[in-house]
Nanobody, 114 residues
């Protein structure tokens, strides 16, 4: 399984962004997927996760009500809609996928200026 994130960038506080994660390879083996982020000097943390069929989602308290995770299995895509971005959301965002093992993308930088 290969994962490629896109959609990062530099935005002002209050703006919105949508991240995309494209999966390829043995995509039929993918179960749950998720978005993580890592800010400078901090540990990687879970942002949101989604079950295989998309019916179960989970969010970090810091993003609840602002971020929405979704996936389109027919297109092998996962998304993270991020609204009301804050400077503290600045980080490298990674997608991951649970298959026979855990796979990670290369990450995409999001910088939110105040």
């Amino acid at each position: 399984v290969q994962l490629v994130e896109s959609g990062g960038g530099l935005v002002q506080a209050g703006a919105s962004l949508r991240l995309s994660c494209a999966a390829s390879g043995s995509t039929s083996t993918i179960n749950a997927m998720g978005w993580y982020r890592q800010a400078p000097g901090k540990q990687r943390e879970l942002v949101a996760s989604i079950s295989r069929a998309g019916g179960i989602t989970n969010y970090a308290d810091s993003v609840k009500g602002r971020f929405t995770i979704s996936r389109d299995n027919a297109k092998n895509m996962m998304y993270l809609q991020m609204n009301s971005l804050k400077p503290e959301d600045t980080a490298v965002y990674y997608c991951n996928a649970l298959s026979t093992r855990l796979y990670w993308g290369q990450g995409t930088q999001i910088t939110v200026s105040s």
